[in-house]
């Protein structure tokens, strides 16, 4: 069986020449493995630094976690090897029976949800059955879909433009079907049981993310321009409301505009220097922006507030009510206004819903963007410049509007997010937040609008929900990542729909084989 | 200079005159002091061994490339001539309205059959849409501009026997219609002259008649100039006027299309010299 699957699937070799035999290939392969996992294992877990009373750095050995580490992962690597020369069996068994050990309820308790506050054993320990218990189940999901596509062989070129046709055509049915919903179960959500004011609040984050992640989309979805300094405009934008609102006394509804119309303005002058730079280099300098906006945020101290950043910005009103228990003399508050009784969460299901609107105007402009004409230009310039140039497209200002528009958004969410906090400092603002934001537009399939919005929710709302996994949630980001790229190489919902149709859109997409 | 200009406004001015072209790389001289002129409604060929300086020539008309040395001059019936020499790249397409399209193919690949020509009515659109603000309000007028272009691109998709495919993506369809449709998309700028880098590579003989059809039937009924660089002789000899012939950079002979059959620099350069 092995030896016939081979066939098949490398049909470009000589398979008459005795091949090695699958047994040996695996045992190599995990011998390989193994010293892999011992260099990486010995430094990384081996060796665990420890302050001792709180002035000397010492370091404890854990090297019996080292052998175990040696001893496992070498077995999922020897099954995953012979699963890929036709062997499926031994992974499927011994991988399933591994995910129920390591992730059985019986053993651990980590399929509970609230199993961070009742853990049976030690945190670490815990995590440690999670990553086996997760590499298990990548064992035992590798073999379930190499048995179903068993004896299929490698798959033509044709069959695989039609397979790929067919997941756009399902990601675009999906987003048509799930797009509306997830806008109406987040408008309907604070009226719900389910809707406390914890989840309400962790939302309000997940939504800055969202309509985050649609603005840089249209920078680096639609113009395919790679910005790793989107977060200077959010900074830019929250800086801008902070010190209208400490300096000049503005509110938050007359500070907005002028946000986003400061933050575009940083985009245009930013940008104009940089956009001749494609690619690999644009993204350095970038990078290199979102930078120097933080140190100056730092070091200017007279205008920043420093490190210290600046504090007591105006907290967001009801267009002019504010949600206060008592107001000074002649304000009516909120719950005057409407009668209600005073409670602190009235603020918060008006932010939410405040950053519900702001996101999905950024939605919606950006579908409209799409149609117009400096829309396809976006897309155009991310599929050949060269080309452009020769219709007579002016690539500099092209680019730079999809740069100061998608800046523009950042500026909104920026002053949103620091009348939120009310206190805005040169640490929200960090690298690692642009990379965050990036992610969630690269994750969510470049250019896919649900796409982008599903991936908020899971890279921010998930480390939210999960928030007990503190040091690992960068473990956990990293190895979603990786997972979503592995399996939705192209993001969770990739499909372009086109702007303009001349067709109908017949129910069955015409794959381009069929094409004469 | 004004004087100058006063004179080539002339209607006797043809379409592009190409004055002592230079282009240097380095110590590379691609080409070399090259002249001619482009006549309005002429196909004018453009030939010469591989290396030639065939494509740099584009590369310069099309602002690709600032030449060493050297005037170029578009004389479109409706405007003042233009200095294209002078023009920064995109604007050459804009203003001057030269269009072009590439060796190898370049169209926007992951955009539909039907956005390629859509983008290439850029200019247009833009100022119909009031440079973006008026358009995302939704104005009639600037649907009514969208409506016309649409009507433009689907004119040209029927003329190249594409319009069944227009909602496909551009990548997806066979090479030779991606041809074609490259040609559309620069017929959709308007442009007074068309330049064609080897537009029938890697045809077959069949498409190859049907592009000479085709370029015939784009010079007789619009009645603009095109410029044509190809290596397939049943295009050249099928569609030209007149052909200027390139080797090393230099300008070896031009003339009508039989004129250049019999001449013996070109047999020399493409064939050899004949050892004695």
Known sequence: MADTTMEKRLPGEAVASKAPSPLLVAVKETIFTAVLVFLLGVLMVGFQTQAIQGQYLSFVTRFDDVLWAVAIVPIGRFLLALDRQGQSWPALIVGGLAFLYFFGAGSTGVMELDVYKTLPLPFEEAMVNVIFGLGALLVFGTAIKSLRTAGQGRRTLPAREAAEARRANFARRLSVVLGPVLVAAAVVLPWTPWGDRQLVDSLVLVLTYVMLGWGLNIVVGLAGLLDLGYVAFYAVGAYTYAKLSTELGLTFWESLPIAGIFSAAFGVALGFPVLRLRGDYLAIVTLGFGEMIRIVLINWQAFTGGPNGIGSIGKITFFGFPFERKAAEGVTTFHELFGLQFSGSHRVYFLYYVILVLALITNFATIRLRKLPIGRAWEALREDETACRALGINPTNTKLTAFAIGAMFAGFAGSFFATRQGFVSPESFTFIESAVILSIVVLGGMGSQVGVALAAILLIGLPEALRELALYRMLAFGASMVLIMLWRPKGLLSYREPTILLHARNKKPMVSGTVK | ?276
Request: with cysteine; net charge negative.
């Open chain 2, 1 to 276: 200079m004004n004087a100058a200009l006063q004179q080539m406004t002339e209607p006797a001015m043809p379409l592009l005159t190409v004055e002592h072209l230079t282009m240097r790389f380095g110590g590379l001289v691609a080409i070399d002091d090259a002249s001619f002129v482009a006549q309005h409604r002429e196909i004018t060929g453009v030939i010469g061994p591989n290396g030639a300086g065939k494509t740099t020539l584009f590369n310069c008309i099309t602002g690709f490339y600032k030449p060493t040395v050297g005037r170029l001059t578009l004389a479109a019936a409706d405007r003042p001539p233009m200095l294209l020499e002078q023009m920064e790249g995109f604007k050459i397409g804009q203003q001057a309205s030269v269009a072009r399209t590439f060796q190898n193919v370049r169209l926007f690949t992951g955009m539909s059959v039907l956005e390629n020509l859509m983008v290439a009515q850029h200019n247009k659109l833009m100022r119909a849409s009031g440079y973006t603000f008026l358009g995302l309000l939704g104005l009639p007028s600037f649907n009514r501009a969208e409506r016309v272009a649409r009507d433009l691109a689907v004119h040209w998709l029927d003329r190249i026997g594409l319009t069944h495919l227009a909602d496909e993506p551009a990548g997806s369809l066979p090479y030779g219609d991606q041809r074609r449709l490259e040609i559309a998309r620069a017929m959709c700028t308007e442009p007074v002259l068309l330049c064609l880098d080897e537009p029938a590579a890697g045809l077959n003989p069949r498409e190859s008649a049907e592009l000479n059809t085709l370029l015939r039937s784009i010079r007789d009924e619009l009645g603009i100039g095109i410029l044509l660089i190809e290596h397939d002789m049943s295009v050249v000899m099928g569609t030209c006027d007149h052909i200027v012939v390139l080797d090393y950079g230099r300008k070896i002979a031009d003339g009508s299309p039989s004129e250049i059959r019999s001449d013996p620099a070109v047999i020399r350069a493409y064939l050899g010299e004949e050892e004695e």
